[in-house]
């Protein structure tokens, strides 16, 4: 899958006011790690609403790796097989690829009591270091090792302790969560991580006959079961497709329903899209928009949920590039994930960066371009400029958006845009 579309390109031209509905797939950051959570235990898992994504097939592999099956059923939804062994290691070659392959730690450890997982590197993001998932696991007695660019973690039983996060790491808590569903005694995650997909994976281990409360909130407290079964579950919707959505028809105007999507996982992006004009509304099963002929320029600021998500932003400035007026764009979560601003500056935005922040000051219309995706919400936020830059731009290295939607194309031309993958 990911070898097909190794250099992929786009091609985008002016297009709108976008019309139709779209269906909002399910969260690609909360299936990589329910597929994660499947090492935990023995037996046959379906997870339904799992994106067709090239991160899902990386996961899929590492599984694969470790001596899962995972396959693809008829009906769409994802088979996951734990035989009673597994090899409890995850190779360079798939964690460079995705970093959300260090998910498998605080399950391995948990389930086998060992594990071997390459280090992370660095990414457009700047660095992502995962010390906190480490020093949190060793709170549960976990000892680890870093030799040869991998970590070796080891512990006999894990057992339940109390862990204050520096910091609401979305990765460290869920690694944390699903360590300390097999742990001995109790483990409170103080400071932990609100993400709907935090809750969606408690829900999924619950269900597992874990004992978990509490997700969703700051204090998590887990109290260790001596065992779990496999289980069938449904993926959240994918609030990160939902708000790229948003932002194509903010940008391009007209109107849109996002079948699927939940407005109550979008609180502060839907009120920051409001006062840029966008008239958006909960549906019984979806989310309603329409956008004004010109979006209005605004503040944004990104922090841990429910504050606006860092995937976001990227969306949020290709909308403002385009505003009428002034704003500024704070990015508080990930230092160094501006490297798109250069794109959209090609294209005609006029946009600088001051440290963590941005000053956008909105130009009527954008110039098609030639421009390269460096993430996949960069990417996806240049295709979304795009749709309002004169001419046509081609957005080289594609395969990143590939790896976070599925169907894109297809669905931005099933409502009016003019995307090719030529
Ligand atoms: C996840 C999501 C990502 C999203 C992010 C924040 C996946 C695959 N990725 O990433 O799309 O943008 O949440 O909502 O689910 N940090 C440390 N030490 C650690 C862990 C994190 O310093 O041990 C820092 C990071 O560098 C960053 C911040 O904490 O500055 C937030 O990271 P975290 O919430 O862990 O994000 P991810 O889980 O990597």
Same mark, same amino acid.
């Given at each position: 899958?990911?070898?097909?579309?190794?250099?992929?390109?786009?091609?985008?031209?002016?297009?709108?006011?976008?019309?139709?509905?779209?269906?909002?797939?399910?969260?690609?950051?909360?299936?990589?790690? %329910?597929?994660? &959570?499947? #090492? $935990? =235990?023995? @037996? !046959?898992?379906?997870?339904? /609403?799992?994106?067709?994504?090239?991160?899902? +097939?990386?996961?899929?592999?590492?599984?694969?790796?470790?001596?899962?099956?995972?396959?693809?059923?008829?009906?769409?939804?994802?088979?996951?097989?734990?035989?009673?062994?597994?090899?409890?290691?995850?190779?360079?070659?798939?964690?460079?690829?995705?970093?959300?392959?260090?998910?498998?730690?605080?399950?391995?450890?948990?389930?086998?009591?060992?594990?071997?997982?390459?280090?992370?590197?660095?990414?457009?993001?700047?660095?992502?270091?995962?010390?906190?998932?480490?020093?949190?696991?060793?709170?549960?007695?976990?000892?680890?090792?870093?030799?040869?660019?991998?970590?070796?973690?080891?512990?006999?039983?894990?057992?339940?302790?109390?862990?204050?996060?520096?910091?609401?790491?979305?990765?460290?808590?869920?690694? %944390?969560?699903? &360590?300390? #569903? $097999? =742990?001995? @005694? !109790?483990?409170?995650?103080? /400071?932990?991580?609100?993400?709907?997909?935090? +809750?969606?994976?408690?829900?999924?281990?619950?269900?597992?006959?874990?004992?978990?409360?509490?997700?969703?909130?700051?204090?998590?407290?887990?109290?260790?079961?001596?065992?779990?079964?496999?289980?069938?579950?449904?993926?959240?919707?994918?609030?990160?497709?939902?708000?790229?959505?948003?932002?194509?028809?903010?940008?391009?105007?007209?109107?849109?329903?996002?079948?699927?999507?939940?407005?109550?996982?979008?609180?502060?992006?839907?009120?920051?899209?409001?006062?840029?004009?966008?008239?958006?509304?909960?549906?019984?099963?979806?989310?309603?928009?329409?956008?004004?002929?010109?979006?209005?320029?605004?503040?944004?600021?990104?922090?841990?949920?429910?504050?606006?998500?860092?995937?976001?932003?990227?969306?949020?400035?290709?909308?403002?590039?385009?505003?009428?007026?002034?704003?500024?764009?704070?990015?508080?979560?990930?230092?160094?994930?501006?490297?798109?601003?250069?794109?959209?500056?090609?294209?005609?935005?006029?946009?600088?960066?001051?440290?963590?922040?941005?000053?956008?000051?909105?130009?009527?219309?954008?110039?098609?371009?030639?421009?390269?995706?460096?993430?996949?919400?960069?990417?996806?936020?240049?295709?979304?400029?795009?749709?309002?830059?004169?001419?046509?731009?081609?957005?080289?290295?594609?395969?990143?958006?590939?790896?976070?939607?599925?169907?894109?194309?297809?669905?931005?031309?099933?409502?009016?845009?003019?995307?090719?993958?030529?």
């Amino acid at each position: 899958m990911c070898e097909s579309v190794a250099v992929s390109q786009l091609v985008v031209r002016p297009s709108g006011p976008l019309s139709g509905e779209v269906p909002v797939g399910g969260a690609k950051n909360s299936a990589l790690k %329910l597929m994660a &959570a499947c #090492v $935990l =235990a023995e @037996g !046959r898992y379906v997870l339904r /609403n799992v994106p067709d994504i090239a991160d899902v +097939a990386t996961m899929g592999q590492l599984l694969e790796a470790m001596g899962m099956s995972v396959r693809r059923r008829e009906d769409g939804a994802l088979e996951v097989v734990r035989p009673a062994v597994i090899t409890p290691e995850a190779p360079y070659e798939l964690v460079e690829r995705m970093r959300a392959s260090s998910a498998v730690l605080g399950p391995l450890l948990a389930a086998v009591g060992q594990a071997r997982v390459a280090i992370p590197g660095g990414d457009d993001f700047g660095s992502r270091p995962i010390d906190m998932h480490l020093s949190g696991l060793e709170s549960l007695g976990a000892t680890f090792e870093l030799t040869h660019g991998m970590i070796e973690g080891r512990a006999d039983r894990l057992r339940g302790a109390e862990v204050v996060l520096d910091y609401p790491s979305v990765g460290a808590t869920e690694n %944390l969560l699903m &360590a300390g #569903v $097999l =742990a001995s @005694g !109790r483990t409170t995650v103080q /400071n932990a991580a609100r993400e709907p997909e935090i +809750a969606d994976l408690a829900a999924f281990l619950n269900r597992m006959g874990a004992r978990v409360l509490g997700a969703g909130s700051p204090t998590i407290t887990i109290d260790g079961v001596a065992e779990l079964r496999a289980v069938e579950h449904t993926v959240i919707p994918d609030r990160i497709e939902a708000a790229t959505f948003l932002a194509a028809v903010a940008v391009a105007g007209g109107e849109l329903t996002l079948r699927g999507a939940r407005a109550d996982h979008l609180e502060i992006l839907i009120e920051r899209m409001g006062r840029m004009g966008v008239r958006i509304s909960p549906e019984a099963d979806g989310i309603w928009a329409m956008a004004p002929a010109r979006p209005r320029a605004t503040d944004v600021a990104t922090l841990p949920y429910p504050g606006l998500a860092t995937d976001h932003l990227p969306l949020l400035v290709a909308v403002l590039s385009v505003a009428d007026g002034t704003s500024y764009a704070t990015e508080n979560v990930f230092a160094g994930r501006f490297r798109y601003v250069g794109e959209l500056a090609r294209m005609g935005a006029r946009v600088r960066v001051d440290g963590h922040h941005l000053v956008i000051d909105g130009v009527e219309r954008l110039s098609g371009a030639p421009v390269r995706a460096v993430d996949i919400r960069a990417g996806a936020a240049l295709v979304v400029a795009a749709l309002r830059a004169d001419g046509e731009t081609v957005v080289h290295d594609a395969e990143h958006v590939d790896r976070g939607y599925e169907g894109f194309i297809d669905k931005l031309r099933a409502v009016g845009a003019d995307v090719e993958r030529p």
